[in-house]
């Protein structure tokens, strides 16, 4: 969808399918009281009988002697926040109005966000327009194309915008493809998403600031990531370890952020195989390394001055006669040996690795992972926020700063010193399992046992990387959780 810009054509005049104009609670009737006397006080009738009231997300459609005019309400002033305008915007571009009318044109009048004061990064109709432009992406790869196809949106007029939105524009444009880019791979089932073919993708980023570099099992052997290849060895498909540099910095020596994506996409369970019930969804698992591809290629298109490292290590978790036993010992890059005792906690094996040799070719000045992790991270947090955990808490501030911002919450969760004890092993330096308590940190603080003193941060992602409900902008399947927050941490620390 293409978004024009247009001034001082008056709502009555503009040539389009359907005119948008939101509206508060506090409505007055000044701003559109031009268009209300065209249209013979349509619009003062429709709040003055409280048909309309302006309640949040609340939606009307009027014909008018002029056109199709779409009201949507904001809410009280006073209470609008980024979320509320993204929801209502999402609700507007996903109504029937204008899904599956031929609508092909709409045009957004802007005047009511210019006086909303929000304290965010943003301006009002950037949020509005973000929430729609989300609410937009479908997964039809599997669909039958139905056979009348009504027209689709296609573009957006904004009237009357007085806010510069060069760098919102610059914005929609790397960061809205790169989310739906993100939610594709994640929505995609296993046997079209193998490692072979994520590296692939991975691999169509490739460009003047970004190289792409995958590693074979034998390469992998080479670097000693026995942990990562012992999720690989019960499966057919050869796993994929990839590595992404993407080099925008003056510098290009600066030591780089480096992004872990656990990139499993397939979880079985191994050995410790799951249930049959819900197993079908363990095809997100390489959610994390999904949204890690969404960032390289948003910040490529923005060309962020900026160093990045990104690692997907990628494999199925299958059973076979080849697959890792419980009770089997392996050993990480760093050395250190690992005491496997259930094959489906699998995530923590790979990420090590990956993060592991991050740090050894590439000595990170931060270390970001996003894991579809835990069960136990939806019986914390349910489907609403990230757990984060990390060793670093100005890194962890920044984050929650990114979170409030993007509305991807971020949670943060302690990790004493005493979880430890938990996965203190009998015949390794440190087991896989920390039994049946606190499975959220524990699985945190294994990691942590592997990165030492780089700072660091763990987000586990396994609640909100896919959702069974229709969101208000964000319909069922991928959310592409990462992909606007991971790039507004980055903008927000190259300010
Ligand atoms: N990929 C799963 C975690 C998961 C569960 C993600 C549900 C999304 C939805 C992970 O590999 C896993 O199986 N974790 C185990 C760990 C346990 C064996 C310690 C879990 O959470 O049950
Ligand atoms: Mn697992
Ligand atoms: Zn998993």
Same mark, same amino acid.
């Given at each position: 969808m293409e978004i024009k810009f247009a001034k001082n054509i008056s709502l009555s005049e503009i040539k389009t399918d359907v005119l948008i104009l939101p509206f508060t609670?506090?409505?007055?009737? @000044?701003?559109y009281s031009t268009l209300d006397k065209d249209t013979g006080g349509l619009i003062r009738r429709i709040i003055e009988t409280k048909e309309?009231?302006?309640?949040?997300?609340e939606l009307t459609l009027i014909h008018t002697k002029t056109g199709k005019v779409i009201l949507v309400g904001l809410g009280k002033a006073a209470e609008v926040t980024a979320e509320r305008l993204r929801r209502a915007g999402g609700k507007v571009f996903l109504s029937k109005y204008i899904k599956?009318?031929?609508?092909t044109s709409a045009a957004l009048?802007? @005047? $009511?966000?210019?006086?909303?004061?929000?304290?965010? !990064?943003?301006t009002a109709v950037f949020y509005f327009i973000e929430g729609g432009l989300l609410s !937009?992406?479908?997964?039809? !790869?599997?669909k039958k194309p139905e056979k009348e196809q009504p027209n689709d949106l296609k573009t957006l007029t904004l009237l009357d915008? !007085?806010?510069?939105?060069g760098d919102e524009m610059k914005w929609f444009d790397a960061v809205i493809p790169a989310v739906s880019f993100t939610r594709d791979l994640v929505n995609t089932p296993s046997s079209d998403m193998t490692p072979a073919i994520l590296a692939e993708a991975a691999k169509s980023l490739s460009g003047k600031r970004v190289k792409v570099k995958v590693l074979d099992a034998e390469a992998s052997k080479k670097e000693g990531m026995w942990s990562y290849l012992s999720v690989a060895k019960g499966s057919v498909e050869p796993p994929k370890f990839i590595v992404i540099e993407y080099k925008g910095g003056k510098d290009s020596k600066k030591a780089p952020v480096a992004i872990i994506g656990k990139s $499993?996409?397939? &979880?079985?369970?191994? $050995?410790s195989l799951k249930p @049959? &019930?819900?197993?079908?969804?363990?095809?997100?698992?390489m959610a994390g390394g999904a949204a890690t591809l969404g960032i390289i290629k948003a910040v490529a298109a923005l060309s962020l001055p900026i160093n990045i490292v990104a690692v997907l290590p990628a494999t199925e978790n299958m059973p076979s006669g080849s697959a890792t036993r419980p009770g089997d010992v392996v050993t990480a890059i760093t050395g250190k040996t690992i005491e496997?005792?259930?094959? &489906?906690?699998e995530g923590r094996l790979v990420l090590v690795d990956a993060i592991g040799y991050a740090i050894k070719h590439y000595k990170p000045a931060v270390v970001i992972d996003m894991a579809t992790l835990t069960g136990a991270c939806s019986i914390a947090l349910g489907n609403e926020a990230a757990a984060m955990m990390g060793n670093n808490e100005s890194l962890m501030d920044d984050l929650k700063k990114a979170s409030a911002e993007t509305y991807e919450r971020v949670w943060q969760m302690p990790l004493y010193e005493e979880f430890k004890d938990y996965l203190k092993s009998d015949v390794a330096d440190i087991k896989n399992i920390g039994g049946r308590t606190g499975g959220l940190i524990t699985a945190a603080y294994f990691i942590s046992e592997f990165v030492t003193d780089t700072p660091w941060v763990h987000l586990d992602i396994a609640s909100t990387a896919f959702t069974d409900k229709d969101k208000p902008y964000l319909c069922k399947g @991928?959310?592409?959780?990462?992909v606007r927050l991971i790039m507004n941490y980055l903008l927000n620390s190259n300010d």
């Open positions: 609670e506090d409505y007055k009737g @000044a701003v309309f009231t302006g309640k949040h997300t599956g009318h031929d609508v009048s802007t @005047a $009511i966000f210019q006086e909303q004061k929000l304290g965010a !990064r943003h !937009r992406y479908e997964f039809k !790869r599997y915008c !007085r806010a510069d939105l $499993i996409t397939f &979880d079985s369970g191994g $050995i @049959a &019930d819900g197993m079908e969804k363990m095809k997100y698992d496997i005792l259930n094959t &489906d906690a @991928a959310t592409g959780i990462g």
